[in-house]
């Protein structure tokens, strides 16, 4: 069974900057293919995608977050880590990020994106960012 465990939340003042780190564990077949992404959901919203990557390297960021959230990855085969460098932080971005993992996606990462069921794949227990203005 995959485990995602998220690390770095924390709490930083408007404009400040934090790096999430989640560490993909458990069975990931060296050949699978997959999307891997970051997610975040603000108290009474709904959850929303923010920056989605795949073992092809192809990536999608939601507007609202480009030029300022950056997603990357690395050891992409057995045991992804996925990463979310965060500069400048605005206070409408607290919220609780979660990772993760769809194993043999069929999504383009435009579509992962988008309104995903938990189902569909493997999901962190989320880290809490909160951004004081």
């Known amino acids: 069974q995959v485990q995602l465990v998220e690390s770095g939340g924390g709490s930083v003042e408007s404009g400040g900057s934090l790096t999430l780190s989640c560490v993909a564990s458990g069975y990931i077949h060296s050949s699978a293919t997959y999307c891997m992404g970051w997610y975040r959901q603000a108290p009474g919203n709904e959850r929303e995608g923010v920056a989605v990557v795949d073992s092809d390297g192809a990536r999608s960021d939601a507007d609202s977050v480009k030029g300022r959230l950056t997603i990357s990855h690395d050891s992409p085969k057995t045991k992804p880590t996925l990463y979310l460098q965060m500069n400048p932080l605005k206070p409408e971005e607290t919220a609780t990020y979660y990772c993760?993992?769809?194993?043999?996606?069929?999504?383009?990462?435009?579509?992962?994106?988008?309104?995903?069921?938990?189902?569909?794949?493997?999901w962190g227990q989320g880290a809490l960012v909160t951004v004081s203005s």
């Open positions: 993760a993992l769809f194993l043999a996606c069929t999504m383009t990462t435009n579509q992962a994106l988008g309104p995903v069921r938990d189902s569909f794949g493997n």
